[in-house]
Nanobody, 124 residues
Framework: QVQLVESGGGLVQPGGSLRLSCAAS????????MGWYRQAPGKEREFVAA????????NYADSVKGRFTISRDNAKNTVVLQTNSLKPEDTAVYYC?????????????????WGQGTQVTVTS
């Protein structure tokens, strides 16, 4: 079992930034890929970004490329999503997820454990 706890969400104006963090505990030896998803009201859960175990490979949704950056610290068992130039359409609950797969999953079913989510609201 792996437990994931997200933090860093909040209310921000358009153009602002937030740093989302996710701390993993438990059977962390099984974690290879780590990722972030988001879900807005009335919409399906959407892939945002993923990173491999070494941090040398990342993948982003087209909607966040150039604005969001994913990184991880294996010594601290954390993954961070730096969100910049936020837009109202970025408003959603952001979820951290981890996978035992060696590649960078983009499908929710390929992630093994999920956090409870942190709310990000972008509004003027």
């Amino acid at each position: 079992q792996v437990q994931l706890v997200e933090s860093g969400g909040g209310l921000v104006q358009p153009g602002g930034s937030l740093r989302l963090s996710c701390a993993a505990s438990g059977s962390i030896f099984s974690i290879l890929a780590m990722g972030w998803y988001r879900q807005a009201p009335g919409k399906e859960r959407e892939f945002v970004a993923a990173i491999n175990r070494s941090g040398g490979s990342t993948n982003y949704a087209d909607s966040v490329k150039g604005r969001f950056t994913i990184s991880r610290d294996n010594a601290k068992n954390t993954v961070v999503l730096q969100t910049n130039s936020l837009k109202p359409e970025d408003t959603a609950v952001y979820y951290c997820a981890v996978s035992s797969r060696w590649y960078l999953p983009r499908i929710p079913g390929e992630y093994d454990y999920w956090g409870q989510g942190t709310q990000v609201t972008v509004t003027s």
